[in-house]
């Protein structure tokens, strides 16, 4: 093995284990991808994952200024394909071989630059917001899930959009909890959560089931090496919705829900059979 392709397979095990480390869930999810994807979806968590602990753990005074070295960072590897970090060099990789939008880069560290000092959005801020935090990374995914195939990814773009989108706010459900008390930010708009209440919660939980219909349009419409790893995620995240929406606001406001891995490891295998008997 020449010391380019050593290296290569070092950053992307890097991505790899960063994805593993942070969310069993995901990971399975890519488990169910074609092993030939499974690598630059990796990729692509392993970096957004670590621009994401830049700004929600890694907290002092020195904080803005590491993620500014991150961003220039990437850059620099996205221009030159190759980086001293393995995450940005395993993402630079998968970006320039799937054909990446750069803009999506740009959205994505955007969102997440505002993270560093932002603790409360307005309708058009949580807009950009979810644009740039959820809705790009769904579609650096979906590169990669179509086979760079320009056609197949313009038209399937707005179903990814909604999936991310989905995904990102039950993550806000989940979350609400420590984001407000350990961060001090709402990134729902207009909601006061001293006052936080049941109507507030449906309108919510209202948008969210739109997106995950609008998602899933375009989930059976991907390739089949895609598209049980999609629809696996997909489901995960269906259910976690439905768990936090069958609670009253004050037991999320009290507890992070949670799916155990006994129903998660029923929920994938549910998933597998209907896709595999056609029944998407």
């Not at 890694?58 to 960072?73: C, I, S, T, V, Y």
């Not at 407000?180 to 939980?205: L, S, T, W």
């Not at 919705?241 to 009290?254: D, S, V």
């Not at 891995?261 to 595999?276: D, E, I, T, W």
Request: aromatic share 14%; with cysteine.
């Amino acid at each position: 093995m020449d010391s380019v392709r050593l290296y290569n397979d070092v950053a992307a095990e890097c991505a790899k284990r960063t994805t593993k480390a942070y969310s069993t869930s995901f990971s399975l999810g890519i488990r169910f991808l074609a092993p030939s994807l499974r690598e630059a979806i990796y990729n692509i968590y392993g970096f957004v994952r670590y621009a994401d602990e830049i700004v929600d753990t890694l907290h002092g005074p020195h904080q803005a200024e590491m993620f500014a070295r991150f961003k220039e960072n990437t850059y620099w590897a996205l221009d030159h394909g190759m980086s001293a970090n393995p995450i940005l060099h395993a993402f630079a990789l998968t970006f320039e071989k799937y054909n990446i939008d750069r803009e999506h880069v740009d959205l994505f560290l955007r969102s997440m630059e505002w993270d560093l000092d932002r603790t409360a959005y307005d309708r058009d801020a949580y807009d950009d917001y979810i644009v740039g935090s959820a809705e790009v990374v769904g579609l650096m995914c979906l590169h990669v899930f179509v086979f760079g195939d320009r056609e197949t990814y313009e038209r399937l773009l707005p179903n990814a959009r909604s999936l991310g989108a989905a995904f990102q706010k039950v993550n806000f459900l989940r979350d609400l909890k420590d984001d407000f008390e350990d961060k001090g930010r709402v990134y729902f708009p207009g909601v006061d959560m001293a006052a936080f209440n049941a109507k507030a919660k449906r309108q919510i939980e209202a948008e969210i089931s739109t997106d995950f219909r609008h998602a899933y349009s375009g989930i059976v419409k991907l390739p089949k090496e895609s598209r049980l790893g999609v629809y696996v995620a997909y489901v995960y995240y269906q259910r976690l919705f439905q768990k936090i929406a069958a609670l009253p606001t004050n037991r999320i406001m009290e507890e992070r829900v949670r799916i155990p891995n006994r129903r998660k490891a029923s929920l994938f295998v549910g998933s597998y059979l209907r896709h595999s008997f056609n029944l998407l």
